[in-house]
């Protein structure tokens, strides 16, 4: 695996956003492997398919120069997943675009963590890359996704709904859901955070 990587590191207060390591290979195979992380996906990876998504993601990063980030927990160093931007390579209606993702080992579920990543990842896709627009999409069964979405200040407009082109016709995984957020309406929702009360950690 290439450890040379240009994607600059971003600190959260309580991620570290950086580039892939050798060692993340196998917690990043394990989280691929699980079922529950997989569900929404078309199969889970084998640890060849998961060695290959880190140099796929290297090299989008290296190409366009931003790309998916290596997730760390700030307090204990360890790796928990990915979030970042990325070019979908399939043509759909909405298409050439950049797409906010993420995905995390179920470990880490549930503490605001994708949230906490991706709004550093529109932060630096908005304001350092110079973006107008980024998009967010999955399956609609996939609510705890949709509901970072929603928590990004993204909108769905059912018109925009999707087949994606990579899957086969009639499969169950076919139908997807598309959010938007434009540089106004993002620079409007981080405003708006900073005048609400943050949860504790
Ligand atoms: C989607 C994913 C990244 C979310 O990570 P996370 O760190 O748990 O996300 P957050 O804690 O920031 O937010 C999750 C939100 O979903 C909500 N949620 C959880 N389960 C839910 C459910 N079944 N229905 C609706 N909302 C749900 C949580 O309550 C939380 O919202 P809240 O803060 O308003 O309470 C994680 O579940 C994951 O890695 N899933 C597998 C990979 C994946 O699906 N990636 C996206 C593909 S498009």
Redo the contacts with the bound molecule.
């Keep these: 695996m290439d450890v040379l990587l240009q994607i600059p590191e971003i600190r959260t207060p309580r991620l570290l956003l950086r580039g892939w390591r050798p060692d993340d290979g196998a917690p990043f195979a394990a989280m691929n492997a699980d079922p529950?992380?997989?569900?929404?996906?078309p199969a889970a990876l084998s640890r060849q398919e998961s060695d290959e998504l880190i140099h796929r993601i290297q090299e989008h990063t290296r190409h366009f120069g931003f790309g998916l980030w290596a997730l760390e927990l700030v307090e204990s160093a360890a790796f928990i997943?990915f979030a970042g931007l990325s070019r979908p390579s399939f043509d759909a209606p909405f298409t050439p675009c950049v797409e906010v993702?993420?995905?995390?080992?179920?470990a880490?579920?549930?503490?605001?963590?994708?949230?906490?990543a991706a709004e550093a990842a529109l932060d630096f896709g908005f304001n350092t890359v110079g973006l107008c627009e980024l998009v967010?999409?999955?399956v609609p069964a996939?609510?705890?996704?949709?509901?970072?979405m929603e928590?990004l200040g993204m909108q769905h407009d059912p018109a925009d709904d999707f087949d994606h082109p990579k899957l086969p016709h009639g499969h169950a995984l076919q139908r997807h859901v598309l959010y938007r957020i434009d540089r106004a309406n993002w620079r409007r929702h981080e405003a708006s955070r900073a005048v609400r009360p943050r949860q504790p950690a």
């Design positions: 529950q992380v997989m569900e929404f996906m997943g993702g993420w995905r995390l080992a179920t880490c579920w549930g503490k605001g963590y994708a949230t906490e967010s999409f999955t996939n609510l705890r996704s949709r509901r970072v928590k």
